[in-house]
């Protein structure tokens, strides 16, 4: 199948055996699954018709791309839990991910709810950018080898550590990164100097970026650095891919232990060379309860 983008992509719930079918072949497609298993098409029907969403991105009849949700309760909120979203490779620079985040969102939306939620892999910088830069979803915690040991080319080499993020839909900030009101590219640099790095990293034999330590951060501003494309660790550094998780794992736990979280992501161009940044800043203090009345 050709990978030349359609006229434009279609998107619906998906509705035919076929199609629910067609969702595993590009999960299996996506992640290189060997023996892990896709999610069964009996399994994705229960989810379309009993409260979860099952969307698909189409070219022509083709299915590129998908979302699969279904609710979830944490005791006090009710919201859309994200738990798949896989486009093939050969759509994956029609900026179909976040196409398909969009309309989930309005479907989300549909059904009243006004919070989704999910996990991505921290040292994915094509993830954090559609997640953190441009929905504007807040990261809320990191989850250690969340999946264990799973059977997919994404994850070969390493361990399976998950950023959980909150999508509050409706905000006025969401609002405004939706309609790509971003800092520019000479904001992001400045803000970059200004901001204490706390993984710092070298180029290594092969050219590519690699972590040398890892601080706590002192300042009110820090950046934490992930490789600008982890395939590129995987294909020729491949020793360096716990190098890089253990990195990025002290790092955010670090960050958090003093009170610091996540408010942006950017790349960073500078002397011919992109990097990946996540910008993180002091939460602040709690203010003590209200004294009881009288």
Sequence with gaps: MSGAPPADFRFRRLQKPEEFRALSDVQRTTWGLTDEPAIPPTVQRAVQDHGGLVLGAFADVHLAGFALGFLGWDGSTLYHY???????????????????????????????????????????????????????????????????????????????????????????????????????????????????????????????????????????????????????IRDHEPKALLTWRHAARDAFRAAYDVGFQVDDFAVVSADHERRSFYFLSKRPPTPPPAPPAG
């Excluded at 029609?94 to 398909?100: I, K």
């Excluded at 989930?104 to 910088?125: C, M, N, Y």
């Excluded at 959980?164 to 904001?187: H, K, M, N, Q, Y």
């Excluded at 790095?197 to 972590?211: F, H, K, Y």
């Design 82 to 232: 994200s738990h798949l979203t896989a486009v093939r490779p050969e759509y994956q620079n029609h900026h179909l991910g976040l196409r398909l985040k969009i309309y989930q969102r309005e479907e989300v939306q549909r059904q009243g709810l006004s919070q989704v939620r999910w996990v991505f892999d921290p040292l994915q910088s094509r993830n954090a950018m559609v997640t953190v830069r441009k929905l504007g979803a807040q990261v809320t915690g990191y989850k250690v080898h969340y999946f264990g040991q799973v059977a997919s080319e994404l994850d070969r080499g390493s361990e399976t550590d998950r950023l959980t993020v909150r999508w509050d839909i409706a905000t006025p900030e969401v609002e405004r990164r939706l309609a790509a009101r971003l800092p520019s590219a000479a904001e992001d640099a400045e803000r970059l100097r200004a901001s204490e790095a706390i993984v710092e990293t070298e180029p290594g034999e092969s050219g590519l970026r690699l972590p040398t330590a890892v601080t706590e951060p002192t300042r009110d501003r820090a950046h934490l650095e992930i490789p600008f494309d982890l395939s590129l």
